[in-house]
């Protein structure tokens, strides 16, 4: 700043000229390039550039993580408490995924929830969080190798013991997982996607053009199990009520995706895009096939208008019930990946160090979801307890906690931000009751199926999809 003095008259003149001021669009300019600054992949020309994925792509990855099969908890629940379920819990799980993204956005450092929870609880909540996403994942990595290995048996008629048809997927998945970046994995999402879901859209016609669904008696009269509402009980409403919100919860697996978008402020879009379409298929999927096979819906669901469209159906699918093993497997793997390598040179050169940690975090995630898929004799039922345990504090809970860290203060503010910060210690709570629910009623669940005998032994060659020879 310059000042000129005019001396010489009764009072002095002081001409200022001052800088000119940044207007808002500097402003914002110089914001934007510091949290840029933040971010866990920097953009570079000069080894991996992990920072090109689109917001389309960002979309069609969200889709192929949540969308997966059509919710059978209906019968439960009947169509009307089933429908208001599957909208209620898809809003929820879109505002809380809301909240991590802005979360992420003003502390663009976090690249998963787990890094969200150091910000906000130290070093402790980091690692339990960081756990629970590990466990997650990994088991759900499980769910798509047998996925995939029932697809097998269904195609083959069982032509092959199902460990085996197990480990091919396991290495399929695990070679697709091994693909670096998001971007890359992209071009199969967008193949996977349009597979399943013309399985699924095969399979819902079907059951409309089949005089009984396939798993009810085929012979004589028999109650469908059609109901508008439904009256459960506790055990069995929340059994339901879990399986519909596990079913968009894995929102969680959006921020590594966030983490390598060309522009992370695009996220809402591809969010908003991913969860209406998930609604809306969810909705009509799931009330058109519970209308005509009620509560005879086929294990696994694809086979629920018999089996020359089961086949039909898996042929169809089989791409995408590959990639959804292979997202799952690859978020986990990218969260521990980072955490090795992060604040290094190797995380984003084509260093020996750099390829043997992917490829070991890869491999050996692959292994272990092998292993725990096949070993563990009650996996769909504990895949049940992991939605209960992991998934609903990681989506309803955790988001919660970090929106009242970042507006603790409008506990005094407005009337409408004591509003705002209420409902978010609802959040919390509601979180904490499904955990406790969900648990409670799917350790009933497991105690059933044991006394019934329907579990299983592990490593069993048994065919999983109902072929038979």
């Known amino acids: 700043m310059t000042a000129v003095l005019e001396s010489g008259a009764s009072d002095e003149k002081v001409d200022t ?13 110089v914001n934007e390039a510091e949290l840029e600054s933040q971010e866990v992949f920097k953009k570079t020309a000069d080894g991996v550039n992990f920072r090109n994925v689109s917001w389309p792509f960002a979309a069609v990855i969200f889709l192929k993580t949540i969308f997966a099969t059509v919710p059978s908890a209906m019968y439960s629940l009947g169509a009307l408490g089933g429908a208001l379920s599957v909208i209620g819990w898809s809003i929820m799980n879109t505002y809380t995924a809301v909240i991590q993204g802005d979360f992420k956005t003003r502390h663009p450092e976090c690249h998963t929830l787990a890094d969200m929870g150091y910000t906000v609880g130290g070093v402790w909540l980091k690692e339990l969080i960081g756990a629970l996403y590990l466990i997650a994942f990994v088991l759900c990595a499980g769910t798509g190798i047998i996925g995939l290995s029932t697809a097998f048996n269904a195609l083959s008629d069982h032509a092959a013991c199902t460990v085996w048809w197990a480990f091919l997927s396991t290495v399929i998945i695990t070679i697709a997982a091994s693909i670096r970046t998001l971007r890359n994995i992209g071009w199969l999402t967008w193949v996977g996607f349009g597979s399943i879901f013309l399985a699924v859209f095969i399979v819902v016609i079907g059951v409309t053009t089949v005089d009984r669904p396939a798993a009810a008696p085929q012979t004589g009269d028999f109650d469908l199990g059609y109901h508008v509402i439904a009256y459960p009980g506790f055990v069995e409403g929340m059994t339901a009520t879990v399986t519909i919100f596990v079913s968009s919860a894995g929102t969680s697996a959006f921020l590594p995706v966030m983490s390598e978008m060309k522009n992370p402020r695009d996220y809402r879009k591809a969010l908003y895009i991913c969860m209406g379409l998930v609604l809306c298929m969810y909705l009509t999927f799931s009330l058109v096939v519970y209308r005509w096979t009620g509560q005879w819906v086929a294990n696994p669901s694809l086979g629920s208008a018999g089996g020359t469209i089961k086949k039909v159906a898996y ?8 990639v959804s093993g292979c997202l799952y497997q690859h978020v986990a793997a990218k969260y521990l990946f980072v955490r090795i390598l992060r604040n290094t040179r190797h995380l984003q050169s084509n260093t020996l160090i750099h390829w043997g940690t992917w490829l070991g975090c890869s491999i050996g995630l692959g292994a272990i979801a092998f292993i725990l898929a096949e070993a563990i004799a009650i996996f769909n039922y504990l895949l049940a307890l992991v939605g209960s345990i992991c998934f609903a504090p ?10 009242l860290f970042d507006f603790w203060h409008y506990r005094t503010g407005s009337l409408w931000q004591k509003s705002q910060y209420f409902f978010h210690w609802f959040l919390v709570i509601l979180g904490v009751f499904i955990t406790v629910g969900g648990t409670y009623s799917t350790i009933l669940a497991i105690k059933d199926a044991y006394a019934t005998g329907l579990i299983g032994s592990a490593f069993s060659c048994a065919d999983n999809s109902g072929s038979g020879h």
């Open 17 to 29: 000229k001052s800088a000119p001021a940044k207007d808002e669009s500097e402003i914002l300019s």
């Open 315 to 322: 042929g169809i699918g089989l791409i995408g019930l590959a």
């Open 394 to 403: 990681m989506a309803i809970s955790v988001p919660g906690i970090l929106w």
